[in-house]
């Protein structure tokens, strides 16, 4: 998850003023909140994790804060979340969560109340469910997944995803919900041009867990939704003899057999973004990017020819997300700034070469997070646990969460000329005196350390 402060608010309540500071969270407004709010919020962490494992946290000042003091509080203030919200233990815990979720509830001054809530398959079908307007997000896929009749074992196999519809008719995921938020204020914060939804889809990356879902008839179904859509819209790719015979299986009604051809066509189980520019082969050139399958799938166009690139998150070191200022000039001959996002990851081109590829997206926090859920599902299995069901609800204590606390060293069990191989790539690039982007950096991710592809 990525956290910024990017702004403040300077409020008067009577003859007191004082400074709001703007949370969003990858990239989306999620609260407001007062520097005594999170002062006391890291009171409560201390308590709970002690004050080593802490970032440091500003002072207190008792003077009124000049602008420049102010921005330099923002600055430190975002720099701690975003530390704190990178340590296993501390974003998994309930103490993390219900901070964000209280603050959200507070920020939009909304009491608890029964509401009801439409869900969407990617169909359209919609399904209604009655929940309390400050149910967290799991809470909401349980009433979804409860209506619809997916068994407990399953539910967590599946997540609620925020989804807009774009000029063109079609619909781009915006993010997936996460069990900090609460998915009706959420929606009802980005809804205000009612162009969102929140839709059910599959969470997970690796389909051999399509196995698990096939012998059960509603969430076979809900496979089949997906698989339909995804090849309607074209992120699944087939031959005109391939759609003719899934055309025939719909009419046959053969669920079945239609998802056992759907997942042996090209980029089933991805999610596809929308057009953007990389840097990679040459700068500013036009590409479609999608994740899955343990990849980022670059199609660039290049000479009147689709070309194709594979990416393999096992050989990331890590990833960031930085903020590109383009200066546009006009036909008045003025300029204007325009801030872009940019995700770039350091890639292992070759046994002994690191490089820098880039991706300028407003989706960047979106494929963040997609590349961040493949690697936690890898080392799921990789620590041989399963999805969580409905009744292993996480408790209240500071090690809950679907993992243990994981270590960001070259500590995998990594087969060693892999290991060695980034090292010297790493020690290379030092020497050269060669970096990432310079422009601000975000955040940066380099939980891929030391994960190789022989090791997964």
């Known amino acids: ?72 509080r923002r600055a430190t203030l975002e720099r701690y979340i975003q530390l704190v919200s990178q340590d296993p ?5 309930s103490l993390f969560n219900n901070f964000l979720l209280t603050a959200q509830q507070e920020s939009q001054t909304e009491e608890a109340e029964r509401v009801t809530l439409d869900a969407f398959l990617m169909n359209g079908h919609k399904i209604t469910v009655n929940i309390m307007s400050t149910d967290q997000t799991e809470d909401v896929l349980e009433a979804v997944a409860q209506q619809i009749e ?25 993010r997936r919900f996460q069990e900090f938020e609460s998915p009706y204020l959420s929606l009802k914060a980005a809804n205000k041009d009612g162009v969102h939804r929140i839709v059910l889809r599959k969470g997970y990356w690796d389909s051999s867990y399509d196995d698990d ?23 699944i790719l087939a031959t005109k003899d391939q759609l003719n015979h899934l055309s025939n299986l719909k009419k046959k009604g053969s669920k079945r057999e239609f998802l056992r051809l759907a997942r042996t066509l090209k980029y089933y189980g991805y999610m596809q973004f929308k057009p953007c520019v990389t840097d990679y082969p040459q700068p500013n050139t036009r590409v479609i990017v999608c994740a899955g399958q343990k990849e980022l799938n670059f199609r660039v166009n290049i000479d009147g020819q689709v070309k194709e690139g594979s ?29 872009q996002l940019e995700l770039s990851f350091e ?31 890898l080392i799921m299995k990789k620590q041989g646990k399963k999805f969580k069901k409905s009744t292993d609800r996480l408790k ?43 422009q601000e950096t975000l955040t940066e991710n380099d939980a891929f350390e030391g994960i190789g592809d022989e090791d997964l």
């Open 1 to 72: 998850m990525h956290f910024s402060i990017p702004d403040t608010e300077e409020v008067k309540e009577g003859s007191v003023s004082f400074t709001i500071y703007n949370i969003y969270i990858n990239g989306v407004f999620h609260c407001k909140a007062r520097y005594k709010q999170l002062r006391q919020f890291h009171d409560e962490l201390r308590k709970e994790f002690g004050s080593l494992t802490l970032p440091e946290f500003p002072k207190k000042k008792l003077l009124a804060l000049s602008p420049a003091e102010i921005e330099q």
């Open 89 to 93: 233990q501390i974003g998994n815990s």
């Open 150 to 174: 997916i068994p407990d074992d399953f539910v967590h196999y599946f997540g609620l995803y925020l989804v807009k519809k774009e000029d063109d008719g079609d619909n781009s995921i915006v």
């Open 213 to 235: 879902l096939l012998e059960n008839k509603v969430t076979m179904n809900l496979l089949y939704v997906q698989a339909n859509n995804d090849i309607e819209r074209q992120w």
């Open 311 to 339: 990416f393999k998150i096992t050989r990331m070191r890590c990833w960031r997300i930085t903020n590109v200022q383009n200066t546009d000039a006009n036909a008045n001959s003025s300029t204007s700034v325009k801030s």
């Open 347 to 377: 890639y292992l081109m070759s046994r002994d070469s690191l490089q820098w590829i880039s991706i300028t997206t407003d989706q960047a926090m979106l494929i963040s997070m997609c590349l961040q859920n493949m690697v936690d599902e």
């Open 396 to 438: 209240l204590n500071k090690n809950s969460g679907p993992f243990k606390p994981i270590s960001r060293e070259l500590s995998y069990g990594v087969d060693p000329e892999d290991q060695s191989a980034i090292t010297k790539a790493m020690d290379s690039v030092k020497k050269m005196g060669k970096g990432g982007p310079k």
